[in-house]
């Protein structure tokens, strides 16, 4: 189930914008997410984290997505590769590598552990507050 962050006021666009400015550490397994599946070049990774709904609030500016894969790259985690095209600027395509597919991994469960720990609070806080999102009651 995907809770949006849907202001009804004008001070709690702060609130949410906060939310997501948090989200930015996930860039780094998102990334790694998408290249499993295969290589991308860096302005595909900035459209996909920017549509993506982890980040919806606010959306990332793509020079900041652009140094993520660029320091991924100084870890081991990822290789680029640059092709030179006749017209336009040089593009890079990016390639996981197998310490990239370990870190994956790593985070998958560090992930799961995070998402098993927020439903146990989430199931705590509605507890308290007498309300069941689970049941489709979205109060953000």
């Not at 400015?21 to 595909?44: F, V």
């Not at 894969?69 to 996981?96: C, H, I, N, Y």
Request: proline share 6%; charged share 25%; aromatic share 4%.
């Amino acid at each position: 189930m995907q809770v949006e962050c849907k202001p009804r006021h004008e001070n709690e666009y702060a609130e949410c914008a906060a939310i997501s400015c948090n989200l930015s550490s996930l860039m780094p397994p998102a990334i790694l997410g998408m290249l499993a599946g295969n290589d991308l070049r860096g302005k595909d990774i900035a459209q996909g984290l920017v549509g993506s709904p982890t980040f919806c609030a606010v959306h990332p500016k793509a020079t900041g997505i652009y140094r993520v894969p660029e320091r991924m790259e100084g870890d081991g985690l990822v290789v680029s590769t640059r092709s030179a095209p006749e017209d336009g600027p040089a593009k890079r395509d990016f390639q996981l590598t197998d310490d990239g597919r370990s870190s994956l991994r790593r985070w998958t469960d560090t992930l799961t552990c995070y998402h098993d720990a927020i439903d146990e609070l989430i199931d705590v806080v509605h507890v308290a507050r007498g309300t069941d999102l689970r049941e489709g009651e979205v109060h953000v």
